[in-house]
């Protein structure tokens, strides 16, 4: 599926789950270490699934301010997002993820506060990419 991409960004890690990552222009950089979940030592550096989780709860946000006006809906200035990502051994072999969203729109119309959500799912970049890939369960708190 051809992407009309208006932005692009480069980052680059060295050394694994337990090296660190930067983007290219230097705006961000990451220790990383593994969970001890996962066989590492649980050091004080962030992890890929953080990271995950962290960018998906920040763009289904965006996601739902992008789709609001079209639903004559005004996403509350304190609505949050929370992601939580798992990972683990899949049956099939290797390791997969999951991603479970949980949504708070306070003071806003639970109905309306799931159309937004909808709509915000088949928008959002990760929800696509993730789609038929990663089981994402989505919730309103």
């Excluded at 993820?97 to 799912?121: F, M």
Aim: charge should be neutral.
């Amino acid at each position: 599926m051809p992407v009309d991409v208006k932005y692009r960004t480069s980052a680059t890690a060295t050394g694994g789950r337990d090296g660190a990552a930067r983007t290219a222009d230097g705006s961000f950089e990451v220790k990383l270490s593994t969970p001890k979940e996962l066989g590492g030592a649980g050091g004080p550096g962030a992890n890929p699934e953080q990271l995950f989780a962290s960018g998906y709860s920040a763009c289904f946000l965006g996601a739902m301010k992008a789709v609001a006006p079209s639903l004559q809906l005004k996403v509350p200035a304190d609505t949050t997002v929370t992601a939580d990502v798992g990972i683990g051994p899949r049956s099939e072999g290797g390791f997969g993820i999951t991603a479970d969203l949980t949504i708070s729109l306070p003071g806003l119309d639970r109905a309306d506060a799931q159309k937004l959500v909808d709509a915000a799912h088949q928008v959002c970049p990760y929800s696509n990419a993730t789609r038929g890939n990663v089981n994402v369960g989505l919730k309103l708190a």
